[in-house]
């Protein structure tokens, strides 16, 4: 998730990119430009007199100091462990984070065959004994729990799900029997979803976090990485109206890992995360609470 807080507004946000940048050492930069596509970070690019443009990230009220330099650690995990194209880190502190300027991803199929091999890599050649990360990072404006676990299912129910109970725009839209529900679908995930292994993954994989290097190949943006299954990145990218180019990736990614039929059942569930922290977060929601209550509703009286 890369909107803005109320004290820097979409109009100003260039300015305030600016003068981070300026803060922050790079006294070359010439102007900042708009960039569009996150959700949770002002953003764009900049140019400079004396080297090539940066793209620029910041928030308006940064959560806290660790935020981009936990981003930046995870951009460099997915290219050396996980062997994908990611941008370079130009500047990670407590304000801002500059990264090089990527190309917009090719509206191709073959751009997407390509991309599910490297994800198929990095999910099979990652594989990890226990769930979690060595530190917390940041999903959007949140912070992402990674305490260690050994059993999946139990990290999954409590530092993904159950995690965002208690946030008041999720206590607000949800009602005592949706959350109920929740817990008594966190209670039964061990016969909901397969048991899979841990496996490095990028953590808010949707079709705006995968753009391309210039030569054409995929590369990834905005993870927020963890020791996860390598169905909480699919179930993203599955969700979240990929454009209709993607359409050989699930196939393809599916052959390369050896998914059973019945993956495509199993996205919803997966999901919920991505639902419950946009719920979180947002005032609009994109429909998220439509469809946490419609996941849910199975599990909203004792069968």
Same mark, same amino acid.
């Given at each position: 998730?890369?909107?803005?807080?109320? /004290?820097?507004?979409?109009?100003?946000?260039?300015?305030?990119?600016?003068?981070?940048?300026?803060?922050?050492?790079?006294?070359?930069?010439?102007?900042?430009?708009?960039?569009? %596509?996150?959700?949770?970070?002002?953003?764009?690019?900049?140019?400079?007199?004396?080297?090539? *443009?940066?793209?620029?990230?910041?928030?308006?009220?940064?959560?806290?100091?660790?935020?981009?330099?936990?981003?930046?650690?995870?951009?460099?995990?997915?290219?050396?462990?996980?062997?994908?194209?990611?941008?370079?880190?130009?500047?990670?502190?407590?304000?801002?984070?500059?990264?090089?300027?990527?190309?917009?991803? *090719?509206? /191709?199929? /073959?751009?997407?065959?390509?991309?599910?091999?490297?994800?198929?890599?990095?999910?099979?050649?990652?594989?990890?004994?226990?769930?979690?990360?060595?530190?917390?990072?940041?999903?959007? /404006?949140?912070?992402?729990?990674?305490?260690?676990?050994?059993?999946?299912?139990?990290?999954?129910?409590?530092?993904?799900?159950?995690?965002?109970? %208690?946030?008041?725009?999720?206590?607000?839209?949800?009602?005592?029997?949706?959350?109920?529900?929740?817990?008594?679908?966190?209670?039964?995930? *061990?016969?909901?979803?397969?048991?899979?292994?841990?496996?490095?993954?990028?953590?808010?994989?949707?079709?705006?976090?995968?753009?391309?290097?210039?030569?054409?190949?995929?590369?990834?943006?905005?993870?927020?990485?963890?020791?996860?299954?390598?169905?909480?990145?699919?179930?993203?990218?599955?969700?979240?109206?990929?454009? *209709?180019?993607?359409?050989?990736?699930?196939?393809?990614?599916?052959?390369?890992?050896?998914?059973?039929?019945?993956?495509?059942?199993?996205?919803?569930?997966?999901?919920?995360?991505?639902?419950?922290?946009?719920?979180?977060?947002?005032?609009?929601?994109?429909?998220?609470?439509?469809?946490?209550?419609?996941?849910?509703?199975?599990?909203?009286?004792?069968?």
């Amino acid at each position: 998730m890369t909107t803005a807080s109320s /004290s820097v507004t979409r109009g100003d946000s260039t300015s305030f990119l600016l003068r981070c940048l300026l803060r922050a050492g790079m006294l070359d930069v010439v102007t900042v430009e708009p960039a569009s %596509g996150g959700l949770a970070a002002l953003a764009g690019i900049a140019t400079r007199r004396d080297a090539p *443009p940066v793209f620029v990230k910041a928030f308006a009220d940064a959560p806290d100091d660790d935020v981009f330099v936990a981003e930046a650690e995870g951009l460099a995990t997915l290219r050396e462990q996980g062997g994908v194209a990611t941008p370079e880190v130009i500047l990670a502190n407590r304000e801002l984070l500059a990264l090089s300027v990527l190309s917009p991803r *090719p509206p /191709s199929e /073959s751009f997407w065959e390509r991309f599910a091999h490297a994800l198929a890599r990095l999910h099979t050649s990652t594989t990890h004994p226990r769930f979690g990360w060595h530190r917390d990072n940041w999903l959007g /404006s949140r912070r992402q729990i990674n305490t260690w676990d050994d059993d999946g299912f139990a990290f999954f129910a409590r530092h993904r799900l159950l995690r965002w109970l %208690g946030e008041p725009r999720v206590d607000a839209a949800l009602d005592a029997d949706d959350r109920a529900a929740l817990e008594r679908l966190c209670h039964r995930l *061990p016969e909901l979803l397969p048991d899979r292994p841990a496996c490095l993954t990028h953590g808010d994989l949707w079709a705006q976090n995968v753009l391309a290097t210039a030569d054409g190949q995929p590369a990834l943006i905005d993870p927020a990485v963890s020791y996860m299954w390598a169905e909480v990145d699919l179930a993203h990218l599955w969700s979240t109206a990929p454009p *209709p180019e993607a359409e050989p990736f699930f196939e393809i990614y599916a052959e390369l890992t050896g998914l059973d039929r019945d993956w495509r059942a199993r996205m919803p569930l997966v999901q919920l995360r991505q639902h419950l922290a946009v719920l979180a977060q947002f005032d609009d929601d994109w429909g998220a609470a439509d469809q946490i209550r419609a996941t849910l509703a199975p599990f909203r009286t004792r069968n």
